[in-house]
């Protein structure tokens, strides 16, 4: 049944779970070992815990199908797994929420005769309430819940486990991000003996620090999500300011230091394309989400100018994402008043999306266009200290477009802005 005809939460017990036990399940969620294969199971069993439940599991969307693959399940019939162990967006509880972006829910399915689930009738399960797994870069999973109890699911609980769908799905994309560092320590390894002795002390210092600070800001993180949407009591507006500043931190905290794990994968060729089907509309709106905060606070405007002729792209979302990314936080950074503006447009011809992020910042100097692409560098040390950063957002941009068959180029005038031009092909093909 749709989210919108939910039951009232004084109807149901989502009062028994108290604050501690959410705070308890939060920690343990945060702190799984990445290095378990038994994770997704130990992650699926904390939630059922929590909520006092039997059934219950957990997919992840397979980047190489698009479908959203059964990793753990607890409490269904053995022929459910066996039916089901994937499910196209769009189809069944797990692809519609996928679909919808949001919480789905049955209060009696075996009345309901829009849950075609007859595996579960027969098992006696009466309620059925799935979420999101959400990450950094969008949605990652589906997490589904169910009650032999009919109606089980109020309003309280159902925001509860959005929230912990959050946590989980911080938490699953940790583990990936870390299974492919992890396999790629031996190139690593090989790439800094070749570097100069300098670097190769940047790169190993910066691949022990990211590891270790990437866990602890994630668990802060998801805890202020939880505390500004009032899962752990009501916040006053003050509050809610100064939760936002410490998401704003935080936020591009962990953005620099997936920055320094991304260039390292980079460097030493580990790193792979996974092709997805998007708009760049798409990846717009989930960097506003990230940047409006700080366009707002520095009284800045940031204007976007798509071609309304671009295509649908098939190309590396996420990789491209971090590329507008890194090039408009730039530009928001070294810009203290005046505009930003990224332009869009489409290369029929050559079926090239090429692109322009513009600022009326303090601008770069013509002798350092070919040194600002190289890692840890900035235009001189009075910039790391007046604007911060490792000086590793535009290698990573570098780097990611060649990846994706693209290229980068500067224009600037000191005191007056900076233009970068990129390229890349619409429909990603695999270099030879």
């Given at each position: 049944?749709?989210f919108?005809?939910?039951?009232?939460?004084?109807?149901?017990?989502?009062?028994?779970?108290?604050?501690?036990?959410?705070?308890?399940?939060?920690?343990e969620?945060?702190?799984?070992?990445?290095?378990?294969?038994?994770?997704?199971?130990?992650?699926?069993?904390?939630?059922?815990?929590?909520?006092?439940?039997?059934?219950?599991?957990?997919?992840?969307?397979?980047?190489?199908?698009?479908?959203?693959?059964?990793?753990?399940?607890?409490?269904?019939?053995?022929?459910?797994?066996?039916?089901?162990?994937?499910?196209?967006?769009?189809?069944?509880?797990?692809?519609?929420?996928?679909?919808?972006?949001?919480p789905?829910?049955?209060?009696?399915?075996?009345?309901?005769?829009?849950?075609?689930?007859?595996?579960?009738?027969?098992?006696?399960v009466?309620?059925?309430?799935?979420?999101?797994?959400?990450?950094?870069?969008?949605?990652?999973?589906?997490?589904?819940?169910?009650?032999?109890?009919?109606?089980?699911?109020?309003?309280?609980?159902?925001?509860?486990?959005?929230?912990?769908g959050?946590?989980?799905?911080?938490?699953?994309?940790?583990?990936?991000?870390?299974?492919?560092?992890?396999?790629?320590?031996?190139?690593?390894?090989?790439?800094?003996?070749?570097?100069?002795?300098?670097?190769?002390?940047?790169?190993?210092?910066?691949?022990?620090?990211?590891?270790e600070?990437?866990?602890?800001?994630?668990?802060?993180?998801?805890?202020?999500?939880?505390?500004?949407?009032?899962?752990?009591?009501?916040?006053?507006?003050?509050?809610?300011?100064?939760?936002?500043?410490?998401?704003?931190?935080?936020?591009?905290?962990?953005?620099?230091?997936?920055?320094?794990?991304?260039?390292?994968?980079?460097?030493?060729?580990?790193?792979?394309?996974?092709?997805?089907?998007?708009?760049?509309?798409?990846?717009?709106?989930?960097?506003?989400?990230?940047?409006?905060?700080?366009?707002?606070?520095?009284?800045?405007?940031?204007?976007?100018e798509?071609?309304?002729?671009?295509?649908?792209?098939?190309?590396?979302?996420?990789k491209?994402?971090?590329?507008?990314?890194?090039?408009?936080?730039?530009?928001?950074?070294f810009?203290?008043?005046?505009?930003?503006?990224?332009?869009?447009?489409?290369?029929?011809?050559?079926?090239?999306?090429?692109?322009?992020?513009?600022?009326?910042?303090?601008?770069?100097?013509?002798?350092?266009?070919?040194?600002?692409?190289?890692?840890?560098?900035?235009?001189?040390?009075?910039?790391?200290?007046?604007?911060?950063g490792?000086?590793?957002?535009?290698?990573?941009?570098?780097?990611?477009?060649?990846?994706?068959?693209?290229?980068?180029?500067?224009?600037?005038?000191?005191?007056?802005?900076?233009?970068?031009?990129?390229?890349?092909?619409?429909?990603?093909?695999?270099?030879?």
């Amino acid at each position: 049944m749709p989210f919108s005809r939910l039951r009232s939460s004084a109807q149901l017990n989502s009062g028994e779970i108290s604050k501690s036990s959410v705070l308890a399940a939060v920690a343990e969620l945060s702190t799984l070992p990445r290095n378990s294969e038994d994770i997704y199971s130990h992650a699926l069993v904390k939630v059922l815990e929590l909520f006092d439940l039997h059934h219950g599991n957990l997919r992840l969307l397979n980047p190489a199908t698009g479908a959203l693959d059964l990793i753990a399940q607890k409490g269904f019939p053995p022929e459910y797994g066996e039916q089901f162990s994937s499910i196209k967006i769009g189809e069944r509880t797990s692809g519609r929420i996928f679909r919808m972006r949001g919480p789905v829910l049955w209060d009696n399915i075996q009345t309901d005769g829009s849950c075609a689930y007859l595996a579960l009738k027969k098992g006696g399960v009466n309620s059925i309430l799935g979420v999101p797994l959400i990450a950094r870069e969008g949605i990652v999973g589906t997490l589904t819940v169910a009650s032999l109890q009919r109606g089980r699911f109020g309003e309280r609980e159902i925001e509860l486990l959005a929230a912990l769908g959050r946590v989980v799905g911080v938490a699953m994309e940790n583990t990936r991000l870390l299974r492919a560092l992890e396999s790629s320590v031996d190139d690593l390894t090989r790439l800094t003996l070749r570097l100069e002795d300098s670097d190769s002390v940047k790169h190993r210092l910066l691949s022990v620090i990211s590891h270790e600070m990437r866990t602890p800001i994630s668990i802060i993180l998801g805890n202020i999500e939880l505390l500004m949407e009032g899962s752990f009591g009501e916040v006053t507006q003050q509050q809610i300011d100064s939760l936002l500043t410490l998401r704003r931190s935080g936020t591009g905290l962990l953005f620099h230091i997936e920055n320094a794990l991304d260039v390292s994968q980079l460097e030493t060729g580990g790193a792979s394309v996974h092709p997805d089907l998007f708009t760049i509309d798409q990846v717009r709106d989930v960097l506003m989400e990230f940047l409006a905060d700080e366009v707002k606070r520095k009284h800045l405007t940031l204007c976007w100018e798509i071609d309304p002729g671009l295509p649908t792209l098939v190309t590396d979302q996420g990789k491209l994402s971090k590329v507008f990314r890194n090039l408009i936080d730039n530009a928001i950074k070294f810009t203290e008043e005046g505009s930003m503006a990224v332009r869009i447009k489409y290369v029929a011809e050559n079926q090239m999306v090429k692109c322009e992020v513009e600022d009326t910042g303090i601008g770069i100097p013509e002798s350092q266009f070919q040194v600002i692409f190289d890692p840890f560098h900035q235009i001189d040390s009075s910039h790391t200290r007046l604007y911060g950063g490792m000086g590793l957002g535009l290698r990573y941009v570098k780097k990611a477009l060649e990846l994706l068959g693209g290229g980068i180029e500067v224009e600037s005038t000191v005191g007056k802005g900076s233009r970068f031009r990129f390229w890349f092909p619409a429909n990603y093909v695999k270099q030879e």
